[in-house]
């Protein structure tokens, strides 16, 4: 029974991921509320809620996702080249392939001093606002959002620059309970676009 309504959430959730561009903590606890649940129902792992996502991507969007999430990774890649010097790697559902036009773009960003980011940002004459984000750990960490047009999307999309000190890297690569790598470099997120079809995205 646990198990059933463990994936009846993650499917609502799913929807709310694809469909409004909601992270995926706040889109299970939104299926709870939505679905009648009391507060503090047990919530679906991340496994469960991106199986959920694939499925519902492929049911719904097949057609018009790969090319959303391909700009969205050549937009990853831009801001991963403008921030080489700090060791950038990409993480969350456009690395991992869940993402569409309605999800931001996560940068892990490893500093030998923590404010050089953003003193490059500024540097940049790039306009952002500092935040506080979950790490990968579950910690707070201190990252630096901000809007960046996607020429092949035709709108603005989220850029979130995650600041860890350069010790948190080797922790940062551990493969996840999948056996994945969890994020990855510049070289790994261009072999993603060569792996992946030409943009098919109508203007």
Known sequence: MQNALAIEIANAAARLVVEEGLEWGAAKRRAVKE??????????????????????????????????LRALRELALVWMQRMQDFRPYLG?????????????????????????????????????EPRTVMGFRGEPVDAL???????????EIGVHLLIYDLDD?????RPD???R???????????????MPTSTLSS
Not at 169 to 173: D, I, P, T
């Open 145 to 155: 959002s901000l809007s960046s047009r996607s020429a092949a999307l035709h709108e």
């Open 35 to 68: 679905l009648g649940l009391p507060q503090r129902t047990p919530l679906p792992d991340n496994d469960l809620v991106e199986d959920a996502v694939r499925e519902y991507i492929g049911l719904f969007c097949a057609d018009t996702q790969p090319s959303e």
């Open 92 to 128: 969350g559902a456009v690395w991992h392939g869940t993402a569409t036009r309605l999800s931001d773009i996560y940068l892990a960003l490893f500093c030998d001093d923590p404010k050089s980011a953003e003193i490059a940002l500024i540097d940049h004459h790039v306009n952002y």
């Open 169 to 173: 890297l080797r922790g940062a690569l």
């Open 177 to 179: 309970a999948r056996g």
């Open 181 to 195: 790598a969890p994020r990855g470099d510049l070289q790994a997120v261009r072999r993603l676009l060569q792996e």
